[in-house]
Structures are given as C-alpha cells and as structure tokens.
C-alpha cells in the first residue's frame, strides 16, 4: 500500500532521501518522514523498507492506518498485521512481549489522524524493546521524546533553460514522462516539448500527487493546453501574483482543477466513493453510490471517466477488480459530500455490509469458506467503517450487533478477537436488553470470552444468552443457549456437565436440521470433551469429517481433523495423531490461522517427544513457546493440552538435561513462525518410541 495503497508503477528518483533514511535509522529508533500530503511520503516509506529488508533478520512489516478511524484498535491493527492472536485481553502486554527480543522494522503508515495513539503506542514499543525500529509517515509529527523527522521535498524541478537532456533527467519530468506514457504510449521528451514540461514541473511544485494528476490530463489533452490550463488555474488563485503558492496549496489547487474537469455526476461519485477506505467492487459503487441523480448503469461509465483522470486505481484482487483512492485524493473528496448525500451513503453503507456479513459467514458448512473469509479480509476495512457508522452516525446499533456477530468465526481466524470484542461489546451497550438481536452476539461475544480466558465476561454472557433464550422459547435459540453453557462448563472445569449440555444442544440441531449449527457444536464437543471422553470426541470427529466430506467445508474440516487427532492423542495413537496434524497444517497456513499453528507446533512437539527425539520435541516446544508468548496464551490453560504439555515438558527435560534442553528450547524460539512450520513438516528420523 502506499498513500494509501500499493501500485506497480514506477518508483521514481529519491536517492538521496533513501540514503538519508538508512543513516537515520542505522542511529535513531524513531524516524518519522513528514510532508504535505501527495508529496510521497508512503511511497518513499515502502521503498525504504523494500531496500532495507535484507538488514532485519526478523523482518520488516509496514502497516497501513489510513482506513482506521479508531484509535482504541491500533493496538489489536498492529499485532493483527503482525500475525499475532488476541487471545487475551488487553493485547498490548502480548505485543510487546512478541517484540522484546526482534530486530525489525515497523513502518506505521498514515499516522496524523491518530496521533495520540499512535504517540502512546510507539512510546511503549520502544520502551520496552532494544532493536526494534520504527519508520512512521504522517504529516505531523508523532512529538515522543528521540523521533527524528526527516522532511520529505517534492521532487527536482528543471530550469527552463535547462537542455532537454537535463530537462528530461530530472526527477519531476522522469515522473511526468512515467505516467504520461501510460495514458499516451509514445509519449517522450524531446526538445519540442521539454521547456513545457519543465514549466509544468515547476508549476506544479514537484509534488507527485499534482503531476500524477496533471499526467492523466494528457489523455484527452495536448501538453501546450494543459500548460495554459494550469497556468491560468494558478494566476487566478495567486491573483496574478508571480509568487509561488505554498505546497500544501498547489495540491489543493491541482485537485481543484481536476474536480473541476469532471462531469457534475463523477463529482458527486468522487465523493461517494472517497468514504470507501477499503476500495469498493462495482457491484457496491452501484449499489451504494447511485441514487440522487446518478443511475446504477451509469456507474461503470463514470468510473472509467475517474481512472482516467487517476482519480481512481485499479486493484486486481484475485478475480475481482477494485477501483481505490490515494489517501489524499480519498479526504478531498470527503469534504465535497454534502449532509444529505452523507446520511443517504451512511444507511445503505450500513444496510449492504450487514447483508454481506450474514451472506459470507464463515460458520457455515458450504464449500466456499475459503472465498468467504478472504472477501471479508478485503472488505474489512469498510466493514469497521460500517460498524462504527451502525453505533454513531446511522444510530442503528442493531444492524452493527448483527455485523460483529456474524464476523465472530473471522475474528477468531484472523486473530483479531479483541477487535471482536470491542464492537460486540459496544452495540450489547447500546442495545435494549429485550432486543432479540442480542441473542447471537451474547453467545459469540461469550465464546471469545472463552477463548481469552475472561471467565467473568463468559458467565455474565452465558447467563443473559439462556434468560433471553427462555423467554423466546425458540428452539433455535435454546439450544445455542445451552451449546455456549456447555463450552463455558467444560473450560471452567466441569467436562462431565459441558458434555450433557453439548449433547442437548446437538440433539436440538439435529432435529431442527441446522447443519451449520451442528457442525459448530460437533467440532465444539470433539476438542472439549476429549481430555475426558476420548472416544466419544473421536466418533464426533469423525461424524464432522463425514459431514464436512458431504457437504464440502475445507475449514469445518481441518478443525474436524484437528478435533480427531487430539482425542487418538489421549487414546495413545500418537502415528495417527502426527499424520492429521501433517494435514490439517496445510489449510492453516493457507489462510495464517494463527490460533491452529500454535497447537500444530505444540501437538508436534508431543509427537517428536513421543517418537523419542527430545532434541526436536524441546525445539518445537520453543517454537510454540514463542508463539504462545506472542499471543497471550498458554498451553497450561488449555483444558485439552494441559497435561500433555507438562508431561512432555517434564520428560523431554530430563532425558535431555536441563542445560540442553533450556539450549534446543531457545534454538526453537527464535526460528519464526514460518521456519517453525517448515522445520515441524520435516520428516522425522525414525528413534525408538518412548513413553512420557
């Protein structure tokens, strides 16, 4: 992503401000590069991170905040882009615990709208780190003690009485000519044109953005008139004045002139789309945009009429095509949305994301799972801005309860169950305690109470879920009710009661002849109950495997799988429990589900141990270790691996010694998430089986 997103045109020119970058951040920890908007800043970063990779053994990540509008998730934003699980709440502790000991690079992208956050979050990630360095953009300063700024210039403008050839060497020209030739591909300096576009160059302040702009123009006009045309816009704003206007008001001039050129309808849809930060499909934009003067068969036409004036980007995201807005192009357009237009956008905004949550939930068992969870990673972005939308400005709590819930399956994947939380709590507050929309966001919100450990939170949930699903006497919902009172029995320590209660609830959804629901409560029964009732989880394994075979749902069954090889653990089939988790690695990986691969590396680790190859089970304990650490969490408060764990711990430690395992423990710490997977896949040597 760049300002804000990621394009493959070329990167042009900066040579200096690279350099100036790699000395900074070879004596600084926080560099900030600040700039008016348009002027580079995102870009420039990117480049940088790219030129520098190779000197951070533990990576570099770049982080884009331009479509987070909520300070309060900048935390959960940053360890979700990190790979890190919120597997407890607050996050932050995880985070910085994930940092400690990395030499990397974070790049914070578009920070100025979050300031203050961003100032506390950097503060704390440096405090408590020693390696770690931090590249952020912003177009203020983050104002923390030890930033170092490094303002970022326009481009080198020519002389006009430069030759061509230096005309054409410049860095605003190389700029010009890029982009010109992409709307006009024999498009070349030469010495008709070089003192024109010297002029444009100069007129329009080198900054990237303007010339981008002013580029596209040349599709439809000849470079002489674009020079008048830019001419006469800027005599007018300096009133004729020779002085050159301020940057900041050269861009604003330049996008002035290029609303200017669009027809009344692509300035209205200009402004529509700007409150996309995530981009939007052309299904949306028909959906969402049209209306008050534009026809939904108009859309497609004006929006071509956009890219060609660079207004709009063009994204391929996998089969699909995405039409995206530089940041800054994104907040002029916002300011020409009138109130009307504004409350218009903000309900259908709300009304079509609620309907593509409930359509694309990943809780179900349907082949496209898959598809489902990468359109809501693409669409996420506008799904907080409809979120937050539903619990302001639309005062319409329920349909935001109503997205939140139906995420629930993709917080939990993407690791992102604070964030979960924090909206589901949010509309539980706002919404009356009769309201039926409740019911499913107090047992999803309760089931990633669970899987935080916050077992206060879960019991007031649970509790609220079964009162409200008494009083409606709905069948469904009764037996939600009692699958969350289930879950919460059996991780609070009562399996024999958890499983009854799960029972009753599958018993319910087989009558009712909700498949989605009894896949849930069959992967559910499998991994709780098998700590206890082996055999038991098994057979349901097995069934969710039967059932996922039928109905075709790759996630339902690789957790199915995972449910299985867990219960031929307990039963002493350790073979049988290597090779499930060998498969069930494969679609987890696919999709960076973080919450699996921590128990892939764990269960390994038993296996190794098992197989009688301490050496590798201490490593891929500190593999998972590290993991664990990152998200919070531990394999001791994991009712179904608490006793495994120690016992593999306790075993491999002493046939090793305490000195080499504490040395092979370390070694697997700090191999990183996708060399740990990598290494677990190895083939094993064969060694002579132990018991543990």
């Not at 990397?104 to 440096?126: G, K, S, T, Y």
């Not at 930033?147 to 054409?168: F, N």
């Not at 539980?428 to 916050?454: C, E, N």
């Not at 498969?583 to 973080?594: G, H, K």
Request: charged share 25%.
């Amino acid at each position: 992503m760049t300002e804000s997103h990621a394009d493959e045109s070329a990167f042009i020119g900066r040579r200096h401000e690279l350099a100036e970058i790699r000395r900074l951040l070879g004596r600084t920890r926080l560099l900030t590069l600040t700039g008016a908007g348009g002027v580079g800043k995102s870009r420039l970063a990117r480049r940088a991170a790219e030129m520098l990779s190779a000197g951070y053994p533990d990576g570099v990540q770049v982080i884009e905040l331009a479509g987070l509008e909520d300070g309060d998730l900048l935390e959960s934003t940053v360890a979700s882009a990190l790979g890190l699980r919120a597997a407890q709440r607050p996050i932050g502790a995880a985070l910085l615990d994930y940092l400690a000991d990395k030499r990397m690079l974070l790049v914070l992208d578009n920070c100025e709208h979050l300031l203050f956050a961003c100032a506390a979050l950097i503060n704390q990630m440096l405090r408590h780190t020693l390696r770690l360095r931090i590249l952020a953009t912003s177009r203020q300063t983050i104002g923390i003690y030890g930033e170092q700024l490094l303002r970022v210039p326009s481009l080198a403008v020519p002389a006009c009485d430069e030759s061509p050839r230096k005309i054409a060497r410049r860095e605003a020209v190389r700029l010009f000519s890029d982009r010109a030739a992409t709307v006009n591909p024999d498009f070349t300096v030469n010495a008709t044109n070089a003192t024109t576009l010297a002029r444009i160059s100069a007129r329009l302040d080198g900054i990237p953005l303007a010339i981008e702009l002013a580029a596209a123009r040349l599709r439809t006009t000849p470079i002489d008139q674009l020079l008048r045309e830019l001419d006469d816009r800027f005599t007018t704003l300096t009133g004729g004045s020779t002085t050159a206007l301020p940057r900041h008001q050269t861009l604003r001039a330049t996008m002035d002139w290029s609303h200017d050129l669009c027809s009344p309808a692509e300035q209205h849809l200009w402004a529509r789309l700007a409150t996309f930060p995530g981009g939007v499909d052309l299904d949306t934009a028909e959906e969402i945009c049209s209306g008050d003067g534009i026809a939904p068969d108009e859309i497609f036409d004006l929006i071509s009429g956009l890219v060609d004036k660079s207004v709009l980007t063009t994204q391929q995201v996998r089969t699909a095509t995405r039409y995206r807005m530089l940041e800054s192009i994104r907040a002029y357009g916002r300011e020409h949305l009138t109130p009307s237009e504004e409350t218009t956008l903000c309900h259908a905004r709300c009304a079509h994301y609620r309907r593509l949550a409930d359509a694309n939930r990943i809780d179900r068992i349907v082949p496209d799972q898959v598809y489902r969870y990468w359109l809501l990673q693409t669409e996420i972005a506008n799904l907080r801005v409809a979120l937050d939308s539903c619990f302001t400005r639309a005062h319409d709590p329920g349909a935001g309860l109503d997205i939140a819930s139906s995420m629930w399956s993709y917080w939990v994947i993407t690791g992102t169950i604070t964030e979960g939380r924090h909206w589901l709590d949010r509309g539980l507050d706002l919404t009356s305690k009769s309201d039926p929309v409740r019911f499913t966001a107090l047992w999803a919100d309760a089931l990633l109470a669970i899987y935080q450990g916050d077992v206060a939170s879960a019991r007031s949930w649970v509790a609220e879920c079964r009162a409200l699903a008494e009083q409606s006497r709905d069948e469904s919902s009764l037996a939600f009710a009692l699958q969350i009172a289930g879950v919460f029995a059996c991780s609070a320590g009562d399996p024999k009661k958890g499983y009854a209660l799960l029972e009753e609830a599958r018993n319910r959804h087989r009558a009712l002849g909700d498949f989605d629901a009894l896949a849930l409560n069959l992967y559910l029964a499998s991994v709780y109950c098998s700590a206890t009732a082996p055999h038991e989880a098994a057979v349901l394994g097995e069934q969710l495997i039967a059932l996922c075979n039928e109905r075709g749902a790759p996630l339902f069954r690789s957790y199915a799988q995972f449910g299985v090889a867990i219960a031929a653990w307990i039963q002493g089939d350790w073979r049988h429990t290597e090779a499930m988790m060998r498969q069930v690695a494969i679609p987890w990986t696919v999709i960076n589900d973080r919450w699996g691969l921590v128990q892939f590396l764990e269960v390994m680790g038993w296996t190794a141990c098992r197989r009688g190859d301490h050496l590798r089970a201490a490593r891929l304990l500190g593999a998972a270790d590290a993991v664990w650490q990152a998200v919070h969490a531990s394999p001791m408060v994991v009712r179904y691996s608490e006793e495994s764990h120690r016992n593999c711990v306790e075993h491999t430690r002493q046939v090793l010694g305490g000195r080499a395992f504490a040395d092979a423990f370390r070694s697997g710490a700090r191999l990183g998430l996708d060399h740990a997977i990598a290494f677990a896949l190895e083939e094993e040597p064969a060694v002579a089986a132990t018991a543990f």
